[in-house]
């Protein structure tokens, strides 16, 4: 049985780590907010970006201007993190994309640590493409040269983890191509004469890369959310664990100290016992 002071001990790393799930409970309510303000953000951009690129698709429909691009067929990314502490939810987000890319023909993109290690420990059998960024979220620099490998498909899904709430986040694939604003070619749009400069194809293309983009960057944000609620999630879960093993540590280290105070006294009456017994000794000698 563990002494008094190796309780204690195990009692102050209890505590010790109480309040470091504490504090990183706390970041992540924090980053949560702030990355849902950076989504809606994004979302005001996109609106923004889309009417300026609806007028363009009213221009180049009007002239019959279409990009000759030689389009590849799909591409499926994968986002992870590059770090762990979001219980299985990243496991489940690659189970899901290999058993649902194993459907159908199509290139693949693995971005993070995460499912990168995850698929050379499996030995995964299907060609990929690996990127890894400096943090789980890009840089522009490193966002723009991911378009630029994803930019010329006629299918762009990317895999990743959902917020369904803050308890819940579930795998989720989405069709980056399938967005807005390809119908805003059928709203009522007044008729404006144009000088395009560049040429109309030329803008079409580098809209075409900005949606994605913007698209992208909205995937990654929507991604991080479920991953900062996931580990404020594990967080909570893993103080609660803490406040138990605090209790369980208390109440052993009280026992510990009543046997001790039990054990004290049992040694003060026996004592006292003994000297009264060599006492009745010596006065019946005498």
Not at 88 to 95: A, G, V
Not at 139 to 147: G, K, M, T
């Amino acid at each position: 049985m563990a002494n008094q002071q190796q309780i204690q001990q195990a009692l102050d790393e209890g505590e010790s780590l109480k309040m470091i799930t504490q504090a990183y409970s706390e970041i992540a309510a924090v980053k949560l907010r702030q990355i849902r303000t950076g989504i809606e953000r994004t979302r005001v951009f996109f609106e923004e970006v889309s009417k300026v690129f609806r007028a363009v698709e009213v221009a180049a429909a009007q002239q019959k201007v279409n990009p000759k691009l030689q389009k590849k067929d799909t591409v499926s990314i994968l986002l992870t993190s590059n770090h762990r502490f979001y219980g299985n939810l990243e496991e489940k987000l690659i189970r899901y994309f290999i058993l649902n890319t194993t459907k159908f023909k199509t290139d693949r993109i693995i971005v993070g640590k995460t499912a990168l290690e995850f698929l050379q420990a499996m030995k995964y059998a299907y060609r990929y493409t690996s990127v890894v960024f400096r943090d789980d979220n890009p840089s522009p620099s490193e966002s723009d040269q991911l378009v630029g490998q994803i930019t010329g498909y006629e299918q762009i899904l990317v895999y990743y983890p959902r917020m369904e709430s803050t308890l819940v986040q579930e795998p989720h694939v989405v069709d980056l191509l399938q967005q807005p604003p390809k119908h805003y070619l059928q709203s009522k749009v007044r008729s404006f004469d144009y000088i395009f400069e560049p040429e109309l194809e030329k803008i079409l293309k580098f809209f075409d890369q900005q949606i994605i983009s913007v698209l992208l960057e909205q995937t990654f944000l929507e991604a991080d959310l479920a991953r900062t609620a996931a580990r404020l999630v594990s967080m909570d879960e893993a103080q609660a664990k803490a406040e138990d093993f605090i209790k369980d540590q208390r109440k052993l280290l009280f026992r510990v100290k009543m046997s001790a105070d039990n054990m004290h006294l049992l040694e003060t009456l026996a004592t006292v016992l003994t000297a009264r017994k060599e006492k009745e000794k010596s006065t019946y000698a005498q």
